[in-house]
């Protein structure tokens, strides 16, 4: 069975780097496509960005210019650097897998968020 | 970018009640649509993917429904364990954007 943990400071000061990791274990990080996503406080969910295994990336646009998602393949590790952080960077930031699921009714591979790591709280503060 | 509403925000019900949540997309997305549940100190875990296909493991009374730009997410007879709070999301084009959520509160 698949588990996705993230790690990294949960502390990071004001224009500094948010850096995160995600671990894939009981699995390959092959084939699929990792994501971030972050929840601030007493806010919704917002995605945040995903990486293929071979590097090719898509990052939300209000974020995109701050945002850098890398894989590493030979440790099963996905990261997260978010620069020039502010105060409103402050989240709950989750890794997650997006899976290639089958659909019955009608027939065809949909995808979806289905694996999940626990989260980690970021907060940014001097 | 599509923008996913999601409505109510927030609604009260007992156990038993059969509860409905909605979501509407700025455009056409076919049946590129999830539904996850949120509770507090955890992930979010899917429950309902391409619009209308019950994940392993979720409940059968869990169903979605919906195509085009409209969706919708009901819970046949809330049991306890129900009481979260509810995202969509679009599946159909970066950025996967979600819905702002229903909070299901008890009555």
């Known amino acids: 069975q698949v588990q996705l943990q993230e790690s990294g400071p949960g502390l990071v000061k004001p224009s500094e780097t948010l850096s995160l990791t995600c671990t894939v274990s009981?699995?390959?990080?092959?084939?699929?496509?990792w994501t971030w996503i972050r929840q601030a406080p007493g806010k919704g969910l917002e995605w945040i960005g995903y990486?293929?295994?071979?590097?090719?990336?898509k990052y939300s646009p209000s974020l995109k210019s701050r945002v850098t998602i890398s894989v590493d393949t030979s440790k099963n590790q996905f990261s997260l650097k978010l620069s020039s952080v502010t105060a409103s960077d402050t989240a709950v930031y989750y890794c997650?897998?997006?899976?290639?699921?089958?659909?019955?009714?009608?027939?065809?591979?949909?995808?979806?968020?289905?694996?999940w790591g626990q989260g980690t709280t970021v907060t940014v503060s001097s | 970018d599509i923008q996913v509403t999601q409505s109510p925000s927030s609604l009260s019900a007992s156990v038993g009640d059969r509860v409905t949540m909605t979501c509407r997309a700025s455009?056409?997305?076919?049946?590129?649509f999830n539904w996850y549940q949120k509770k507090p100190g955890k992930a979010p875990n899917l429950l309902i993917f391409?619009?209308?296909s019950l994940q392993s493991g979720v409940p059968p009374r869990f169903s979605g429904t919906g195509f085009g730009t409209d969706f919708t997410l009901t819970i046949s007879s809330l049991q306890p364990e129900d009481f979260a709070t509810y995202y969509c999301?679009?599946?159909?084009?970066?950025?996967?954007?979600f819905g702002g959520g229903t909070k299901v509160g008890i009555k």
């Open positions: 997650a897998r997006r899976g290639g699921l089958l659909s019955t009714t009608p027939p065809g591979y949909y995808y979806a968020l289905d694996v």
């Open positions: 999301q679009q599946s159909y084009g970066s950025p996967f954007t």
């Open positions: 990486i293929s295994d071979d590097g090719f990336t």
């Open positions: 009981g699995g390959s990080i092959s084939t699929y496509y």
């Open positions: 391409a619009a209308s």
């Open positions: 455009q056409n997305i076919t049946r590129y």
